[in-house]
């Protein structure tokens, strides 16, 4: 049973680059850096400033509850001191459809956008940011329905009903490829006439960055992002947004007796989800949605099907058999380059990394994960070549001070520790838990090991990260809790720069929803 479908790497390389006229001669004739844009607030040489992180959010209201609108309501209280908010990806659930951006997106977050007096009236296309919302893709955001469920979910109830699919957000269109999104938050170039894109181009790339002419971003006018991903300086600290769905396919399996054994350990997991899934499947379709007892139910067997449907994709990508195109090179060595120039200029203060798929994490279902694991070496791989080029430059300072990311449904505060690459002492902020159903934390502890390759083929293993504070499900019955979250960043003057993280919490407690702020972590 596969409810959904995901495009190869290759080809959301080759759509998204299509969407925004990559390297079309008007912008090389200008000299534009299509991956560069200055956020113009007027404060952006300010070296105190705030921000908030929020992730995984773009879901709807759940019998009654709207946890995504309690989070947002939670953020207006941070508005007037924030610049900026950063979204780690899953802006739409469950497959990106434009048809879910009114309900999902701009209903909940309409005090953050021009107009949101009146949210009926806003075009999920046509979006202008009072406050910058500044999103990176996640997996649902490049989701897609197979023709045939198209038919089944995109019809009436009855018919849902008939195959025991209720409450599940997929109508009769997916992402398109990635392609709602683009239209919602990316400055979309395909769609300007080419007799109107050379004056687009000279109203709307003026700024300029270390590289060339780059894109004006500028709130309350025009608020379009210029890349899948992309780079902005603001208040003395490097900002990269990465677009991690084109470099998190699994390393192949080795062709071995070991590789054998695995394959099959995978082919029969995946054929345990199956089963699994069918038995809650059959559990909801003795259950009412309308009966306030059992709604709630329904609500954690919905998410028990999520999990399972993540895990059985992961295991898919696992098996498949994978080439060079599978791995987004160019924009791993785009980063690489631009974490060298940015080390290299002494005006910059700090740097924060933020994408969807976290690299370490201890949530039940992804700390494991192929995806995880091919994430993390990744990024490990561009940060030695990175350190390698440096030489003494960082001064022993970590190569990035927080690294942002989503996917998993929870709020997060993980260090690496000595690792023994170029990925040591790094921070990282899970920041999950923004809407969608909250996870659990897996139940092996909160040191995170990883097996390493010796030069003679010998395995050992060591610890790599320390999961420091989880925000997720907790308990059962009576005790359970699920909290969603948020994160405020203050970036300090002075240098290097001082990040204070402040999570915060919302959740519903005797039918009432009560916020909070954490503990603030000092980075």
């Known amino acids: 049973m596969k409810l959904i479908s995901e495009p190869s790497v290759s080809v959301k390389i080759q759509k998204m680059k299509q969407r925004v006229c990559w390297q079309h001669p008007s912008i090389l004739q200008r000299g534009i850096d299509q991956t560069s ?58 497959v990106g459809s434009r048809e879910y951006y009114p309900a999902n997106f701009i209903e909940p977050y309409r005090e953050f956008i021009v107009g949101g007096e009146n949210p009926k009236n806003i075009a999920y296309d046509q979006m202008i940011f009072k406050l910058p919302i500044l ?33 599940i957000e997929i109508g009769w269109h997916g992402s398109n490829q990635g392609d709602a999104y683009t239209r919602a938050f990316i400055d979309y170039l395909a769609a300007i006439s080419p007799a109107e894109l050379e004056h687009h181009l000279d109203e709307h790339y003026t ?33 990269f947004a990465l677009d991690s769905n084109t470099f998190n396919t699994p390393e192949p399996l080795p062709e071995n007796q070991a590789g054998d ?48 449907n993540e895990v059985k994709i992961d295991i898919e990508k696992q098996l498949e058999t994978h080439t060079l195109d599978d791995v987004d090179f160019e924009q791993l060595e785009w980063l690489r380059s631009r974490l060298i120039e940015s080390w290299q200029n002494s005006e910059v203060r700090g740097r924060v990394i933020f994408f969807h798929h976290p690299p370490y994490v201890t ?83 909160t040191e995170l090991m990883e097996a390493f390759l010796t030069t003679d ?11 420091l504070l989880y925000v997720g499900r907790s308990g059962y019955g009576s005790q359970r809790k699920k909290p969603y979250s948020c994160v405020r960043v203050d970036v300090k003057a002075g240098f290097p720069a001082k990040f204070i993280v402040t999570p915060l919490v919302t959740e519903l407690i005797e039918g009432k929803w009560c916020d909070r702020s954490l503990e603030p972590i000092v980075i």
């Not at 995806?371 to 190569?399: D, K, Y």
């Open 363 to 445: 949530e039940a279902t992804k700390w494991h994960q192929g995806q995880t694991l091919a994430v993390r070496h990744r990024l490990r791989g561009v940060f030695e070549q990175v350190a390698a080029s440096l030489g003494n430059i960082n001064q022993g300072r970590p190569l990035v001070d927080v690294i942002c990311s989503g996917h998993a449904h929870c709020l997060e505060h993980l260090r690496t520790v000595n690792t023994g690459y170029a990925d040591s002492h790094i921070n990282y902020i899970v920041c999950g838990g923004s809407g969608r159903r909250p996870r659990r934390q897996r139940q092996e502890g």
């Open 37 to 94: 844009m200055i956020l113009d607030d007027g404060r952006e040489e300010n070296p105190d400033f705030s921000f908030m992180v929020i992730g995984d959010s773009g879901t709807k209201s759940h019998y009654g509850f709207h946890p995504q609108r309690q989070v947002a309501q939670m953020m207006l209280n941070h508005i007037h001191d924030s610049r900026f908010i950063l979204h780690t990806g899953d802006v739409i659930y469950v």
């Open 207 to 239: 700024a300029k960055s270390d590289v060339g002419r780059c894109l004006r971003y500028q709130p309350g006018k025009f608020t379009r992002l210029p890349n899948r991903y992309y780079t902005f300086h603001y208040g003395g600290i490097d900002f």
């Open 457 to 467: 083929n010998s395995n050992f293993t060591q610890k790599v990260a320390d999961s």
């Open 135 to 167: 999103p990176v893709l996640g997996n649902h955001d490049y989701y897609d329905v197979p023709w045939f469920y198209r038919l089944i979910t995109g019809s009436t109830l009855p018919l849902r009903r008939m195959l025991r699919y209720k409450d």
């Open 261 to 308: 054994i695995f394959r099959r350990e995978l082919l029969q997991r995946r054929q345990e989800l199956e089963r699994e899934e069918w038995e809650i499947l059959g559990e909801c379709d003795q259950l009412d949605s309308e009966n306030p007892a059992e709604s709630e139910q329904l609500a954690d067997l919905g998410a028990k099907l999520d999990q399972l």
